[in-house]
């Protein structure tokens, strides 16, 4: 009677471990969808962050279309162009110069994510685009009001039977400070997700292009410094806020 006593314990013990393991198993597998679902949440909520432009304070398109002798007019940028990017804000415009009749094409992107703003530079950008790179030269130029910009100067040809030549002048603004040196805005700092969308972690770039080299020359002269007013500086502050449009929103 004894052993079968026993018998009886250990088989209400073997049925309670059985139990045991299958509770286990079963809190594990509601814990694995718990947190799969969790992370598709919160993946998607992310997604929903990173992919929602980041505005500036003062839009650019509220930038004067008459910047001293130059008056432009807006030039559509093609949907896949501004999907391929993947920018925040862009602007392209035609200024022509009121006395000599010179144009110049100005480029402008903005991105609170300057991870991607890697790659797209005329070296890579234009060549794309069919052009030839013939030279790239590293220059200083002085301001209206002094202010030396570092920037390059890109030379591209188009092949034969064209031929049609363009100069390519590029720099860009990282939270406040002008450069040309993509390795500023490439560190771990400003590649990681701008998840609170700070439009003062940023990175812009300028690129403003023409038939002349003197010509691109003399824009840059006389309209980097309004440019520069557009996007914070490294205190956050955007001295642009006169130019704030309701309409350009």
Not at 58 to 71: C, D, E, K, S
Not at 213 to 239: H, Q, S, Y
Request: aromatic content about 10%; overall charge positive.
């Amino acid at each position: 009677m004894r052993k079968e006593r026993g018998e009886g314990v250990g088989f209400i013990c073997a049925e309670r471990g059985t139990a045991s393991v299958w509770l286990v198993w079963i809190f594990s597998v509601l814990l694995l969808v718990f947190s799969g679902v969790i992370y598709r949440v919160l993946a998607t909520h992310l997604k929903l962050i990173v992919d929602t432009p980041v505005k500036l304070p003062v839009p650019l398109t509220a930038i004067p279309t008459r910047i001293g002798p130059w008056v432009g007019k807006d030039v559509p940028i093609p949907p896949n162009i501004q999907r391929t990017a993947g920018n925040d804000a862009s602007l392209k415009r035609l200024y022509t110069h009121e006395t000599t009749n010179d144009y110049v094409n100005v480029y402008i992107a903005y991105t609170a994510r300057p991870r991607t703003m890697l790659g797209h530079r005329p070296r890579i950008c234009y060549v794309a685009g069919g052009w030839v790179h013939d030279n790239t030269q590293p220059v200083r130029i002085a301001s209206d009001t002094g202010r030396i910009v570092p920037c390059f100067i890109h030379y591209f040809h188009m092949p034969a039977p064209s031929n049609e030549k363009i100069v390519v002048l590029n720099f860009y603004i990282v939270n406040g400070q002008i450069t040309t040196d993509e390795s500023v805005f490439s560190g771990l700092g400003l590649r990681t997700p701008n998840i609170s969308g700070d439009p003062a972690r940023y990175a812009a770039q300028v690129q403003i292009s023409s038939i002349m080299e003197n010509t691109i020359r003399l824009a840059c002269k006389e309209m980097v410094e309004l440019i520069i007013v557009f996007f914070p500086d490294e205190a956050g502050r955007v001295r642009a806020v006169e130019y704030i449009d309701p309409s350009s929103e």
